[in-house]
């Protein structure tokens, strides 16, 4: 790995690394929410298995971002002891579980995109971030499949949890626009051939809303003012209380082993 | 259904048309025999109707059991720690799937057993009643309580009923796993400093008792252990498993360098034993009548998940029957 940081600064690196991590570290937190308090047994273990490789894939990333960083800083250094404004994740995985609408609604439209960028990043210059993608690939093929089998099921379902599914589509679209957005950092990684431009991702991500809305019987918004924030720290009010929780018991007792 | 597999259609079987007794007396026998029985066998109304209310009530358990579990799943210490107790929490659901489906073979369904749960009708184990307060209640708990889990379970897996049985050998892998999950959390508390330490002692002290009560009533007590003897569902009485899950217990608290807050615990020489203290059948009463810590709060929980959850099994529902009446015009067109 050390090789790209000749070519890619080890802020870029660290940067991008510590972006997919939380992304994944604090979706996972929010399906972990739902163990034991799922609608079906069956879905308590299911969304269970979703948060355990979400949380899986956040420790990769964060491990390698630590490593990228070169200040002895491990996952859990990062994970614990970093506030909101240094958290680097979509804010579309901050919000809270919501409704089991909301939960699969978000799922979907965070595997339709995660699904091909790290199909493309198994590519990747980097080979830490080939590795640890060529993992999270496989999985979110699952997520994708179990999501989209749950929003169609429920689009075509019964009359209110059409509407709640339409009503999650609708209150998460404007979340949808920060999958695309790319900063300096990005760039250079972009153009060292480490990570993705997700332009290239458009096209396939539509065709594959396209594909499960429209057998949901639910209608894909017009794409007009998106969200921004997570990447560059600036956070919604939610992330704040997820970390307070996450957090507290490293916070409480500083400097342990657990 | 695997279950049928199982059962060998040239053994002697006895036919409904010999009347009930005989059907009985052979029933018996094979039970003497170590057979398991299948769910098709013929069985004693009294043996299916005590099996649907154990294995239904072990089920029901191990789901409540994830609550309080759960509790600290988005506050684990580390991420390695959350990944082991997410995956944790999500086997003990696993558990419940396997033994409703165990229970179902007796002709019930998952519903009814789920439903008798929320009126209150059915039980769960009542050492989900008790609160988890500190991160180290999460070491007491596998530690604790899936190491007595593990000794009520192993000899079920000799238990006469066949998908029970093989339902517990499942299950026993798992729950040796989260009792090492359990004892490690609480190794690195003591290995750590005085507070850790401390919080690691209180948890026992409060998780201890509760602990010992899962085994039940003193087999003087104890009104349905002779039957389930008999019918070998129940291989070990309640006294015997208590007792063979202190001693291996007492050293283990020793290694960790803790104290278990009994002061009348002592090594019988002459026994073998580790002789123990009076427990309070006072509060293992009370809990079990309805008046835990969390007795209220787990089943509102439970409820409300199930009430919340009912839009989506009714999505998925009539989504399916779109589906197959779909298909059906298709075929007709
Ligand atoms: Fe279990
Ligand atoms: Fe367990």
Redesign the interface.
Known sequence: MAAELEIVSREALFDLALRLGDTS?VLG?RL??W???????????AL??L??DL??Q??SF?SYAGEVEGKGRD??KL??FRNAPEYKNLLMVELPKG??AFTMVRQLLFSAFHLPLFRRMINSTDTTIAAIAAKAEKEMSYHLRHSSQWV???G???E??HA?CQKAVDDLWPYTGEVFEVDNNARELIEAGIWVDPEYLRDEWNGTLDAVLNEATLKKPESGWMQSGGISGTHSEHLGHLLA??Q???RA?PG??? | MYTQALNDPSSKIATVEEGEEKLNDYFMERISADEKIEPNDWMPASYRKTLIRQISQHAHSE?IG??PE?NW???????????TL??K??DE??H??YL?AAAETLGISREEMQQQLLDGKARYSSIFNYPTLT?ADIGSIGWLVDGAAIMNQIPLCRCSFGPYARAMVRVCKEESFHQRQGYE?LL??C???A??KAMAQESLDRWWWPSIMMFGPHDANSTHSDQSMAWKIKRISNDDLRQKFIDATVPQAHHLGLEIPDPDLKFNEKTGHWDFGKIDWDEFKRVLAGNGPCNRERME?RT??HN????????????AA?QAARKSTRKAA
């Not at chain 1, 163990?35 to 273990?45: Q, R, S, T, V, Y």
């Open positions: 570290l937190h972990s929410e163990a034991g308090h799922g609608p079906l047994l069956e879905e308590d273990i269970s298995n948060g355990l949380i899986g956040a420790r964060l996952e859990d994970a614990f409704d089991f169609v099921r429920m075509d379902g019964t209110e949890s709640r929780e996450m507290s018991v490293q007792y342990l082993k657990w | 789901v994830m609550l759960g799943i988005t506050r684990a210490p580390t991420l390695r720690r959350k990944a997410l995956a929490v999500q659901g696993g419940g799937l409703y991160w959390i690195a508390l290995k750590g400093s507070e850790q929980a409300k998940a919340d959850g009912d839009w989506v099994r009714k999505a998925a529902l009539a989504h779109k």
